[in-house]
Antibody, heavy 120, light 112 residues
Framework: EVQLVESGGGLVQPGGSLRLSCAAS????????MSWVRQAPGKGLEWVSYISSRGTTIHYADSVKGRFTVSRDNAKTSLYLQMSSLRAEDTAVYYC?????????????WGQGTLVTVSS | DIVLTQTPLSSPVTLGQPASISCRSS???????????LSWLQQRPGQPPRLLIYKISNRFSGVPDRFSGSGAGTDFTLKISRVEAEDVGVYYCMQAIQFPYTFGQGTKLEIK
């Protein structure tokens, strides 16, 4: 079964750090581009970060640039999001999503999400 | 950044009746390859998003054929031919032609 499972969320104080993980299974992880998408409570979807299949190309939303770092370990079939200098507005459910192969380019597989709460 | 504007933001629909959601982009979503990277996602209450439609009109695996997508350039539409109870949720359009990827605000589909 094709699956993405996020972990690492929790309660963190403003200014703190957290590392999210996304474990992939059921497909050739190293062949797919991946993204992180977040959803603040009661709000819509916001794309956060993208990483190419080999990790050579990376993009970030302006709202997290300089504070978040995306990475992947294809040998471990895992995606990561290192978050630092966290703010209250980073509170959200964080999803990892697989981008389907070219030329389809859509988020075809999503994890269940992990909740990050930034609060003192 | 590309802005996607969805209308309506809320859509009360009678079971068995059709529903339609519009998504308008602030710029063309046609890639230099000729592909248009506009997709539609469904998010049921308490669930992660789920891909319904990719490249304007292609139904993803397992998506019922009552869902259809159409449009071109900057104007796109998601249609549900006959709404069923399981269709309740929020629908998002999304563009993947350029970074940052962006989503529409979401349209909440509810049963009258």
């Amino acid at each position: 079964e094709v699956q993405l499972v996020e972990s690492g969320g929790g309660l963190v104080q403003p200014g703190g750090s957290l590392r999210l993980s996304c474990a992939a299974s059921g497909f050739t992880f190293s062949s797919y581009e991946m993204s992180w998408v977040r959803q603040a409570p009661g709000k819509g979807l916001e794309w956060v970060s993208y990483i190419s299949s080999r990790g050579t190309t990376i993009h970030y939303a302006d709202s997290v640039k300089g504070r978040f770092t995306v990475s992947r370990d294809n040998a471990k079939t895992s995606l990561y999001l290192q978050m630092s200098s966290l703010r209250a507005e980073d509170t959200a459910v964080y999803y990892c999503a697989r981008e389907s192969e070219w030329p389809n380019d859509a988020f075809d597989i999503w994890g269940q999400g992990t909740l990050v709460t930034v609060s003192s | 950044d590309i802005v996607l504007t969805q209308t309506p933001l809320s859509s009360p629909v009678t079971l068995g009746q059709p529903a339609s959601i519009s998504c308008r982009s602030s710029q063309s979503l046609v890639h230099s390859t000729g592909n248009t990277y506009l997709s539609w996602l469904q998010q049921r209450p308490g669930q992660p998003p789920r891909l319904l439609i990719y490249k304007i009109s292609n139904r993803f695996s397992g998506v019922p054929d009552r869902f259809s997508g159409s449009g071109a350039g900057t104007d796109f539409t998601l249609k549900i031919s006959r709404v069923e109870a399981e269709d309740v949720g929020v629908y998002y359009c999304m563009q993947a032609i350029q970074f940052p990827y962006t989503f529409g605000q979401g349209t909440k589909l509810e049963i009258k």
